[in-house]
């Protein structure tokens, strides 16, 4: 992905759904720098994001993740939206999604 396009995408994203790394960084390395910068809780921060091998990507000098987590909560809300805006601004990338039936209480 060209570095603009990647801007755009940055713009339409919500805080919180991509986090960047300084550097170059293999996906171990991802994890090890979640699991310093968050240590402790039920779950780890890193089962968060999509950074398991192969997921990470770097752009310039920097390592980004994209969240796994994009429910419907208050914090979510506008999940449909930012769906809707890239499908838009990247047709080319034909992206697919749809909203759960399932709910969570």
Known sequence: ???????????????????????????GEVQRRFDDEYPGGKIPRRDRFFCKEGEPFSIGDSTYVLSNQWGRSDTNADTMRQANTLDGEFP??????????????
Do not use: C, P
């Open 1 to 27: 992905m060209e570095l603009l396009s990647f801007v755009r995408v940055q713009k339409v994203l919500a805080n919180g759904k991509l986090r960047e790394f300084e550097g170059n960084l293999d996906y």
């Open 92 to 105: 080319d990338l034909k992206i697919s999604f749809h909203e759960s039936s399932s709910s969570t209480t």
